[in-house]
C-alpha cells in the first residue's frame, strides 16, 4: 500500500445559496491537517495522504472528511474536531464516534 491512510476532504464550492463544504472554511482546514501531519512527520508517501475532493454528497450534513482503507466518514465544526480526528483515528485507530456522518 503506497499510503497507510488517504484522507480526502471535500473542498466543492457550490452556486451561492447552496449549503457546500467551501462555505465553511474547508479549504483552510486542508491545510491545516496537512500541516499538522507535517508537523509529526505523518504526511507523505507510506503515511498518510491528505486530499481535496470535489463533492462528496453529503452537504446537508455539514463539511465532511473520509478516511481510507476504513472508509470511515466524519463532519466537523471546527479545528479542534480535526485534532480530534488526528489524535484518535489517525494516531490511535479508534473511531471519533460523535463526529461520525450518518451515511445510510
Known amino acids: 500500500m503506497h499510503y497507510q491512510k488517504h484522507?480526502?476532504?471535500c473542498t466543492n464550492q457550490k452556486v451561492p445559496g447552496k449549503q457546500c463544504c467551501a462555505n465553511?472554511?474547508?479549504q483552510e482546514a486542508v491545510?491545516?491537517?496537512k500541516e499538522?501531519?507535517?508537523e509529526r512527520g505523518l504526511h507523505g508517501p507510506g503515511k498518510i495522504r491528505v486530499s481535496q475532493s470535489g463533492c462528496l454528497g453529503?452537504?446537508?450534513q455539514g463539511p465532511c472528511v473520509v478516511i481510507y482503507p476504513e472508509g470511515v466518514w466524519y463532519r466537523y465544526d471546527s479545528l479542534s474536531d480535526l485534532d480530534e480526528i488526528?489524535?484518535?483515528h489517525i494516531l490511535r485507530d479508534k473511531t471519533v464516534e460523535h463526529l461520525l456522518m450518518d451515511i445510510g
Request: net charge neutral.
Open 7 to 9: 484522507v480526502f476532504m
Open 86 to 88: 488526528i489524535e484518535q
Open 24 to 26: 465553511h472554511g474547508a
Open 36 to 38: 499538522q501531519l507535517l
Open 58 to 60: 453529503r452537504c446537508s
Open 31 to 33: 491545510q491545516y491537517l
